[in-house]
């Protein structure tokens, strides 16, 4: 089971989507003390300080089925410089000026000559969704002082990225909070960047960065085995853990497509998926919502996996099929949002076709703040 030795009793123990449901307190003991020995460090969910700073009942916790238990490795990551190869600690290696404790040599400059910097005047009124953007180059960030060097130039980015004249007039609303300054030869723009920033005190909020000078690597340990840092290990570095004891098995309701789907790591809502049909769902979704069908509900896991080969694969028609399989009156979610308000927008900028529940739910969509927001936003430009 997911590449532990783990020892399984008449299905006592189950897994969906790399989480573990124990079916007894048994199969829970059994389970916590091989976890320990195969290195995981456990964390009683009941004694968590999230739990207790929200004042949630250990009782609702356990028969609304969270999960109650917590694995995961121990830190596996670790640096490579890369001037002396060997293996360092991470801790502070991705922060500017940091230095290798093996040889010395600095591991990573967060913003050099030639870097790209997006940033915002730090003001109320500069602040907010479509507030003006200005993206430019670096020169030279002069940590000692504090000081951001930048090349007069606007470069081109998204939406709230302004250039020419607005940017032009963007910098004179806030002229009093830089100055030209110079380094070597060049006319340059100087503004004050305290390499500890503090939102009290800073003229400047970053938003991105890119074109940083890198001198290490980020690797994963295990076993003495060395991965990259993003591999996948031969088993989880991390598990959620249920009882289902408490609150198995799940009776037939008109919601009861929620929980599963949950499991499934999946939302219920129709309005979060594209609204063109596209596939979404894949046979690897709907075999692991049967694995807790069949264990944790009382629904008919046999019919169930005759059923899901012909459930629609996009989001909303899955969701329908799969929930009007649960209960035929199935109460469903449909909340559009912004993402179907952009999404109809841009096909339409694009002069691609926008099928008719894509406009149904770009209007309905125009409802979400977000929206009205992001419209405000739009008239500022």
């Known amino acids: 089971m997911l590449g532990l030795n783990l020892t399984v009793k008449n299905d006592d123990l189950i897994d969906v989507m790399g989480d573990i449901y124990a079916k007894t307190p048994e199969a829970l003991n059994r389970l916590l003390k091989e976890l320990r020995k195969s290195g995981y460090e456990v964390e009683d969910l009941r004694q968590s300080d999230y739990r207790k700073k929200d004042g949630v009942p250990v009782a609702t916790m356990e028969i609304n089925g969270w999960s109650l238990w917590f694995a995961k490795l121990p830190n596996l990551r670790f640096g490579i410089c890369g001037t002396c190869h060997q293996q360092i600690s991470t801790t502070g290696i991705q922060s500017h000026g940091h230095k290798c404790e093996k040889c010395g040599a600095v591991t990573y400059y967060e913003l050099v000559d030639?870097?790209?910097?997006?940033?915002?005047?730090?003001?109320?009124?500069?602040?907010?969704?479509?507030?003006?953007?200005?993206?430019?180059?670096?020169?030279?960030?002069?940590?000692?002082?504090?000081?951001?060097?930048?090349?007069?130039?606007?470069?081109?980015?998204?939406?709230?990225?302004?250039?020419?004249?607005?940017?032009?007039?963007?910098l004179k609303r806030n002229e009093g909070k830089w100055s030209y300054g110079s380094v070597g030869q060049g006319k340059l723009i100087a503004i004050k960047y305290d390499l500890n920033w503090n939102r009290n005190t800073a003229v400047i909020e970053p938003y991105d960065h890119y074109g940083s000078y890198w001198n290490h690597k980020i690797v994963k340990v295990w076993k003495g085995k060395q991965y990259a840092e993003y591999d996948r290990l031969p088993i989880p570095e991390t598990i959620s853990i249920y009882e289902s004891w408490h609150w198995a098995p799940l009776p037939v309701s008109t919601t009861l497509h929620r929980r599963i789907l949950s499991a499934a790591r999946q939302t219920d809502d129709k309005g979060w998926h594209y609204q063109d049909g596209r596939p979404w769902f894949t046979s690897g979704h709907w075999t692991e919502m049967a694995k807790f069908i069949r264990h944790f509900t009382k629904l008919d896991a046999d019919a169930f996996d005759r059923a899901w080969?012909?459930?629609?694969?996009?989001?909303?028609?899955?969701?329908?099929?799969?929930?009007?399989?649960?209960?035929?009156?199935?109460?469903?979610?449909?909340?559009?949002?912004?993402?179907?308000?952009?999404?109809?927008?841009?096909?339409?900028?694009?002069?691609?076709?926008?099928?008719?529940?894509?406009?149904?739910?770009?209007?309905?969509?125009?409802?979400?703040?977000?929206?009205?927001?992001?419209?405000?936003?739009?008239?500022?430009?």
């Open 114 to 170: 030639g870097s790209t910097f997006t940033f915002v005047f730090n003001n109320d009124e500069e602040r907010g969704m479509f507030a003006p953007e200005l993206r430019m180059k670096v020169k030279e960030w002069d940590t000692e002082n504090g000081i951001l060097y930048l090349y007069p130039e606007f470069l081109k980015g998204g939406l709230s990225v302004v250039t020419g004249e607005k940017a032009e007039a963007y």
């Open 309 to 381: 080969p012909s459930f629609r694969r996009d989001g909303p028609g899955g969701i329908d099929d799969f929930a009007h399989f649960c209960h035929k009156e199935a109460v469903t979610r449909d909340e559009p949002n912004v993402g179907n308000v952009l999404v109809a927008l841009g096909k339409q900028l694009d002069g691609e076709h926008v099928t008719k529940q894509e406009s149904e739910a770009a209007i309905r969509g125009l409802d979400d703040p977000m929206t009205r927001n992001f419209l405000k936003g739009l008239q500022r430009r």
